[in-house]
């Protein structure tokens, strides 16, 4: 299936959740926060949210300083 | 310049009290914003007095404590409410819940993921936060940027890291442009209610 990421359409395989997007792009979890169709998921959801066909998704990994 | 009295008694709810916590705080108090919430559960270092507003003579004390000695000696007619408290998804309501804005003034990558999640989650409020403010030299311009449907607003470039170093003038330059977000956030409000 395809999704929307941040503005680009990437290829996913139906069912997946974040922890799957997560660990196919790489995505630093512990600094990200994600939002699927407009709703932010909570991390302790990441492994049982299963994305949906043709969302659009949002990922914003933080950087320190502060 | 709003002079409504609403417009400054908007509560502004700020977790961290580190290098853009405190010095936001000074700023809004400065601005006229005259109801504060600041959470932070760390105590004053030597290494702190680099960037942060803190006072030799604190050092030790709870930050929370010596920054509220600090804005209520500036100006005692804040209300300021201070929690000496970590802050997560579980607790970020009760304190933060009549918040008319948050911000999120937390250092690492980390904290500022889980305390920004936490507020878009669980608070009904506009979101300020910070990323990528690292580096030696204040930045001519730093930018700010909104994220998920307007709900957020970045300041930084969302790359330069601590690991650059964060020195004064680029954490001060930081947190006066959080509190120009604040400033921002309260002005659209009032323009379309």
Redesign the interface.
Known sequence: MKVEMNGEVIDLVAGSTLDDLCRLLAL?K????I?VN?E?V??SEYGSYVVPDSSKI?V??????? | MPTTASFYATRVGIVGAGGLGSNLAILLCRMGFSRLVIADYDIVEPSNLNRQVYLYKQVGRPKVEALAQIVLDLLPEIELLTHFQKIDERNIARPFENCGVFVDCTDSAQNKSRIVEAALTVLDCPVVSASGIGGRLTPAKISCSHRFGGRLWVIGDQQSSDCLGVAAPAVIAAASALAEAVYDICRLRQESP
Do not use: I, L, Q
Not at chain 1, 30 to 33: E, L, P, T
């Open positions: 630093p512990k600094s990200a926060v939002s407009g932010v909570r991390k949002e914003m990994v933080f950087v320190g300083g502060g």
